[in-house]
């Protein structure tokens, strides 16, 4: 059985920037993508990003462009999300996802991480 | 504004049966996208409930069902049980945002 464990939570000053990892376990990332979602209090799901583990080829919103850089570390089965420029609308929980099959855009999220609260304060 | 437009609440009685509705466009599910389905239960991460339309993952219940019309999906939870007290959303890929989209979800209540 397939678990995704995110890094912990983060408080962070508007203006900077954080990493946060997602580690599988119990299973190899390199036939998956990855896509991170994000949440904010008492939101809906908001799409950040994807990218296709053993290829390093990535998506990202649109609204996301310019600020976000996705990443993996195959020698770990680990993959990162780091957000720059950060603002008190960034506050959320940010979740990374599996999807089978290189899918990262029109595909399901099968797996889903236990989520990061980022908190970001002025 | 959500991209899908979901029902922002929907209830129903223990044994009822309730659906919950996903309106897109052209530029996803009336483009022939898949339509997936999350289930969030509240402090918890989502969990696939339906994906392709109407597949279920292994261990969902069948109570649980999936259907596509057009620009429009639809989730069916038949059998209403307390259990089934949660967020639930939608999501598709759009062609116009080169991107993936979400409903803005809808809250279940079990009367």
């Known amino acids: 059985q397939v678990q995704l464990v995110q890094s912990g939570a983060e408080v962070k000053k508007s203006g900077s920037s954080v990493k946060v990892s997602c580690k599988a376990s119990g299973g190899t990332l390199r036939s998956y993508g990855i896509n991170w979602v994000r949440q904010a209090p008492g939101q809906g799901l908001d799409w950040i990003g994807g990218i296709i583990f053993v290829f390093g080829t990535t998506n990202y919103a649109q609204k996301f462009q310019g600020r976000v850089t996705i990443t993996t570390d195959e020698s770990t089965n680990t993959a990162y999300m780091e957000l720059s420029s950060l603002r008190s609308d960034d506050t959320a929980v940010y979740y990374c996802a599996r999807v089978p099959y290189y899918d990262i855009l029109t595909g399901y999220l099968d797996y889903w991480g236990q989520g990061t609260l980022v908190t970001v304060s002025s | 504004q959500s991209v899908l437009t979901q029902p922002p609440s929907v209830s129903g009685a223990p044994g009822q049966r309730v659906t919950i509705s996903c309106t897109g466009s052209s530029s996803n599910i009336g483009a ?72 803005g979800g809808t809250k279940l209540t079990v009367l």
């Open chain 2, 32 to 103: 022939g996208y898949d339509v997936q389905w999350y289930q969030q239960l509240p402090g918890t991460a989502p969990k696939l409930l339906i994906y392709a339309k109407s597949n279920r993952p292994s261990g969902v219940p069948d109570r649980f069902s999936g259907s596509k019309s057009g620009t429009s999906a639809s989730l069916a939870i038949t059998g209403l049980q307390a259990e089934d007290e949660a967020d639930y959303y939608c999501q598709s890929y759009d062609s116009s945002l080169s991107g993936v989209v979400f409903g």
